[in-house]
Antibody
């Protein structure tokens, strides 16, 4: 079975940083694009970033460019999201998801909650 | 960014009756390859989203055939032929034609 497990969420102060991880199993990780999606109370579901199979292709939502960095380690079957200069509006449940390569995602992790507050 | 507008945002339904959710995009979702990248997701309380439909009308493996997707261009619909208790959830459409990919606001299916 395809499994995606996020970790690394928590409470962080405004301006702080956090690194999310997503461990995967049940599929050949290096064959798939991967994605981060977040669910905020105000905006609902929001696509955050995509990364290609070898990590050379990275695509970010404009509003997050420069603050968030997506990366992956194919040897560890893991996806990451480095978040910096965090703001209250970044408070959300962050999901990693498997990108099918056909402009959608199929499998999602259970999500990890990030709360930005002083 | 492409705006995805779902309606209604809340849909009271009677079990055993049909339900229909509309999703309209601010631009056509026909991609240069001729495909239309519109997906539907179901999110039950306390769970992650689950994909039901991709490319407008293709049902995912394991999705009951009471779920169907239709539409074209900028106007799409998710239909449930007979609502069951397990269908009570929030439903989202997602467009993957234009970057950044964008979701609808969600439609909450609830018991009347």
């Amino acid at each position: 079975d395809v499994q995606l497990v996020e970790s690394g969420g928590g409470l962080v102060q405004p301006g702080g940083s956090l690194r999310l991880s997503c461990g995967t199993s049940g599929f050949t990780f290096s064959h798939y694009y991967m994605t981060w999606v977040r669910h905020t109370p105000g905006k609902g579901l929001e696509w955050v970033a995509n990364i290609g199979q070898d990590g050379s292709y990275k695509y970010y939502v404009d509003s997050l460019k420069g603050r968030f960095t997506i990366s992956r380690d194919n040897a560890k079957n893991s996806l990451y999201l480095q978040m910096s200069s965090l703001r209250a509006e970044d408070t959300a449940v962050y999901y990693c998801a498997r990108d099918t390569g056909k402009r959608t995602v199929d499998h999602w992790g259970q999500g990890t909650l990030v709360t930005v507050s002083s | 960014d492409v705006v995805m507008t779902q309606s209604p945002l809340s849909l009271p339904v009677t079990l055993g009756q049909p339900a229909s959710i509309s999703c309209r995009s601010s631009q056509s979702l026909v991609y240069s390859d001729g495909n239309t990248y519109l997906s539907w997701f179901q999110q039950r309380p306390g769970q992650s989203p689950r994909r039901l439909i991709y490319e407008v009308s293709n049902r995912d493996s394991g999705v009951p055939d009471r779920f169907s997707g239709s539409g074209s261009g900028a106007d799409f619909t998710l239909k449930i032929s007979r609502v069951e208790a397990e269908d009570l959830a929030i439903y989202y459409c997602l467009q993957g034609t234009h970057w950044p990919y964008t979701f609808g606001q969600g439609t909450k299916l609830e018991i009347k």
